[in-house]
C-alpha cells in the first residue's frame, strides 16, 4: 500500500480536492493525507465541486505539515504554481504537479467564475492522478500493446468477466492493449475509435488480480491514449461497474446523444445488454 502526501500552502483548496480525488481513485490500495505549510481553513468552494462530483470534503479540516510523519509517507506530490512549496523533510519519492491557485481575494469576483476556477483545478488534479497512476498502484505486471494471437485469450478473459464479445475482432489488437504473467494473459482494454470519439470497452482482469490495481492500470492507459490522439470523447457502456468508472471522471451520458459512429459500433449493435446499460462519457483534456 503506497502512502501519499498532497501539499500546499494553505491545504484548504488543491491539495484537499487532491487528497479526495486519490482515495476515491486509489480506494485501499493507497492512504491518502493532506497539508499546507500555512493551514487555513478548507474552501467552501473546493467542497462545493467535489460535492458535484460525489467527494464529500466537509468534515476535512486544514492540518500543517509538522503534523506529518515523514516515516509515514512514500510520495509526496506538491501542487503549488506560482507560490513556493512547502518543505518536507524524508526520504519520500516528490512529484511536482503545478496547479494554478483558484482561490481568490476579490471580493467582487462571481461565485459562478469561482466555481469555474475550482473545476478547473479539480480536473487539471484528476488527469494528472490518472496519468501518473503508475506512481502510486504498486503491480508488477507490465502493460503493452496486444497481439493478433492474444485473441482468443483475450476474448476468453472477457467473457469470464461477463462483458460482450461482439466486434471485438474488428480492431483487434491495434485497440487493445494486454498484460500477462509468464505467457498468461490476465488483463485487457480497448479503446476503439470510430470518427472523433473513443469506446472504452472489454476491460476485463483475471480473478486473482482484481483487487491489484490492474484495472486502474489499464484503464488509465487506455484514456492516456485517448488523450494523445486528442479524441473529442471517450463513451463506455456498463451494467454494473458505473461507480468505478467515475473515479476517472466518467458521467453520465443520455444514450440518443451519442455519436452515430460510436452508436452503430459494432460491440453496441450486437450486444443484447446494451439497451439497459448506463452510458457513460469523458472528455480526455479535462474530467468532472
Request: glycine share 8%; proline share 6%.
Amino acid at each position: 500500500m503506497t502512502r501519499i502526501l498532497f501539499l500546499c500552502v494553505a491545504n484548504s483548496a488543491r491539495s484537499q480536492m487532491a487528497e479526495g480525488l486519490a482515495r476515491r481513485l486509489l480506494g485501499r490500495l493507497a492512504t491518502v493525507q493532506s497539508a499546507g505549510s500555512r493551514p487555513g481553513r478548507v474552501n467552501p468552494c473546493a467542497i462545493e465541486v467535489m460535492a458535484e462530483i460525489g467527494v464529500d470534503l466537509a468534515g476535512h479540516r486544514s492540518k500543517s505539515v509538522d503534523e506529518i510523519d515523514p516515516a509515514g509517507v512514500d510520495v509526496v506530490v506538491t501542487l503549488c504554481a506560482e507560490e513556493v512549496c512547502p518543505v518536507f523533510l524524508g526520504k519520500a519519492r516528490r512529484l511536482h504537479w503545478p496547479v494554478p491557485d483558484p482561490a481568490s481575494d476579490d471580493a467582487a469576483l462571481d461565485h459562478d467564475v469561482l466555481l469555474a476556477r475550482f473545476r478547473r483545478a479539480r480536473d487539471q488534479i484528476l488527469t494528472r492522478l490518472v496519468d501518473g497512476i503508475g506512481d502510486f498502484v504498486e503491480h508488477p505486471a507490465r502493460l503493452e500493446p496486444a497481439r493478433a494471437d492474444d485473441l482468443a485469450a483475450a476474448s476468453a478473459l472477457i467473457e469470464s468477466a461477463g462483458l460482450p464479445t461482439g466486434g471485438l475482432a474488428d480492431q483487434f489488437p491495434d485497440a487493445y492493449v494486454v498484460t500477462r504473467r509468464d505467457s498468461h494473459l490476465i488483463g485487457v482494454a480497448g479503446l476503439e475509435v470510430w470518427g472523433t470519439s473513443g469506446l472504452l470497452r472489454s476491460v476485463a482482469v483475471d480473478p486473482g488480480d482484481r483487487s491489484a490495481g490492474l484495472g486502474l492500470l489499464l484503464t488509465a492507459e487506455r484514456l492516456a491514449t485517448a488523450r494523445r490522439l486528442e479524441l473529442d470523447a471517450v463513451y463506455l457502456l456498463t451494467t454494473t461497474a458505473a461507480d468505478y468508472f467515475r473515479r476517472f471522471g466518467f458521467t453520465m451520458w443520455r444514450r440518443d446523444e451519442v455519436p452515430p459512429e460510436v452508436a452503430h459500433s459494432p460491440q453496441l449493435a450486437t450486444d443484447m445488454c446494451a439497451a439497459s446499460a448506463t452510458c457513460l462519457v469523458l472528455r480526455p483534456g479535462r474530467h468532472g
